[in-house]
């Protein structure tokens, strides 16, 4: 790889960064944390996929896809007491512990409980990851994936199948959380749209179901998920800490070493470069002097300003659409027609195409910001389920449109979830940043934990799901359009706003309070009189 660039106008630590053969490392490193944890949290798309009843005694059944075929089922088991023969494209557990027909619903509550593992992990390992470090608290997500995988599957019923599964997704949850920030804070500023769009869910989602082909057995696939985080725990040895987060806890003489060995990685190194890594080191020794040293910050802090308030409640109800919409159709696949492997790797065909599209996009058209990224892929998803839905309510017989249609409005949910992530990541400072993607991701695990029954609660008239779905995507968009600024190419903010913005704790007179000094003046930009 060459040389890369000096950088000049650099004039925070955000900007110093630069392409070279570290940020392929981390890129490497990001791809291992990334598949442990879509496997887990996509599992159930074939752990949970509901099998077939084709025979029962001396009946056969072989009108599987009517719409009375469970009542069929009912009525001769009730009459003879027989065992049904089941059959699935995948032996899942729904399979394995005779779950079907009606017996998937503990299925889909199993499915449910899983991702509230995913809620809380989120919630704990991201403030974690704020206090003690991303690259710490990654591995420790790794190993507990690693070690609970493992053992689900040895489950020997649904129930301790559904326990050892809560414990893999709360680890899943927190490197779900973490990962992609420590991504952000790793990569060149201009770069970290298409990082986080090249190490995705999607081009994962076809290597899953490769594997998920040639060992069509849930056991089998958990252990290859299991043994999957081992080398992420090796990788996760060899990186480095975050520097961002090093200088954010106040570390800046090991924040400035690793930026160091880091350029000496990149073949960066030089002494214009390292005589403007001291400047900057410099001016953090200042900010650092001037703010207190060492202060913790906790998810109260997202609603320190009107402004973070906004940016919280709006990014996370996006996010908490997007989630139900997503995985409501990922985990009712066996609703499409055609192979489960085959519609998989479609789908991950296509957000990866996104995804690429996405990012040459962002490289090469400036004018293209999150807002207006935002925007098209409401109006993509929107369109092909409101196509759906007309499908439906009209009876049209059009399974493969219909099934084309779901998975290309379902991979450009992806870019609804990377516009978001890479905004909140750009709008909140280093000391809340990872606290408000934690923050956020409870919502996404509140819209998981609605998915899987989704269709059983909206499906009251043909189409309603997706015309359901259609109208809160159309709210979501119109939220962000109007309340999120354009956040493409601003640097990354170190440090909170200043006291005199927030929102809570006014002096008695009405003026706000910076350390016990009442300002008269709320105009930042001019000098504060001590009264």
Request: glycine fraction near 6%; charged fraction near 15%; aromatic fraction near 12%.
């Amino acid at each position: 790889m060459p040389e890369a660039k000096k950088h000049h106008g650099i004039e925070a630590l955000g900007d110093f960064p630069v392409l070279g053969w570290y940020t392929v490392f981390v890129l490497v490193l990001a791809e291992f944390i990334t598949f442990p944890q879509m496997a887990n949290m996509s599992f159930m798309i074939y752990g949970g996929y509901s099998p077939t009843v084709i025979s029962c005694g001396d009946v056969t059944f072989t009108n599987n896809t009517s719409s009375d075929h469970c009542n069929a089922v009912a009525a001769v088991v009730s009459k003879t007491n027989c065992i049904p023969e089941l059959t699935a494209q995948f032996e899942s557990v729904a399979m394995e512990f005779g779950r079907y027909c009606d017996g998937m619903i503990d299925v889909k509550t199993s499915i449910s409980i899983q991702m509230f593992g995913v809620l809380l992990g989120a919630v704990t390992f991201g403030q974690l990851s704020d206090h003690f470090g991303r690259r710490k608290i990654l591995f420790i997500c790794s190993v507990g994936m690693f070690a609970f995988d493992l053992a689900a599957s040895y489950a020997s019923s649904l129930n301790g199948f559904t326990a050892l599964m809560l414990g893999a997704m709360f680890f899943s949850g927190g490197s779900s959380a973490i990962g992609h920030v420590f991504l952000m804070e790793s990569v060149p500023k201009k770069d970290r749209v298409w990082s986080i769009l090249i190490v995705s869910y999607s081009p994962n989602y076809i290597l899953l179901a490769i594997v998920a082909y040639f060992l069509p057995n849930w056991r089998l696939l958990m252990r290859v998920m299991s043994f999957a985080s081992i080398p992420t725990m090796l990788l996760l040895w060899a990186a480095y800490e975050s520097p961002r987060w090093l200088v954010q806890r106040g570390a800046l003489t090991e924040a400035k070493q690793t930026y160091e060995t880091i350029e000496k990685l990149n073949g960066s190194l030089s002494v214009e470069r390292q005589q403007i890594l001291n400047q900057l080191i410099e001016k953090e020794v200042v900010a650092l002097e001037e703010r207190r040293s060492g202060k913790r910050h906790y998810i109260y802090h997202l609603f320190y300003t009107w402004d973070l308030v906004l940016y919280t409640a709006v990014l996370s109800f996006s996010l908490l659409i997007t989630s139900m919409v997503v995985y409501s159709l990922m985990f009712n696949m066996e609703k499409l027609s055609g192979s489960l492997y085959l519609n998989n790797v479609i789908l991950g065909c296509i957000r990866y195409s996104f995804n690429l599209l996405a990012s040459v996009t962002d490289l090469k058209f400036p004018c293209i910001g999150r807002k207006f990224m935002h925007k098209f892929a409401v109006f993509w998803v929107a369109g092909p389920l409101l196509s759906v839905f007309i499908i439906k309510y009209f009876g049209f017989a059009l399974p493969t449109l219909s099934n084309i249609l779901t998975l290309v409005g379902m991979a450009m949910c992806s870019q609804l979830f990377v516009v978001v992530l890479v905004g909140s990541s750009e709008l909140f400072p280093t000391p809340i940043r990872n606290t408000a993607s934690s923050f956020q991701q409870i919502f996404t695990r509140v819209g998981s934990v609605i998915s899987p029954h989704f269709f059983h609660l909206t499906n009251f008239w043909p189409g309603a799901p997706y015309i359901f779905m259609v109208g809160v995507m159309l709210l979501n968009g119109a939220s962000f359009w109007l309340c999120i600024p354009e956040t493409k190419g601003t640097p990354m903010k170190d440090h909170m706003p200043p006291k005199h913005h927030r929102i809570w704790r006014r002096g008695k007179d009405g003026n706000r309070e910076l350390d016990g000094i009442d300002l008269v003046s709320d105009d930042v930009t001019k000098p504060l009189t001590v009264v």
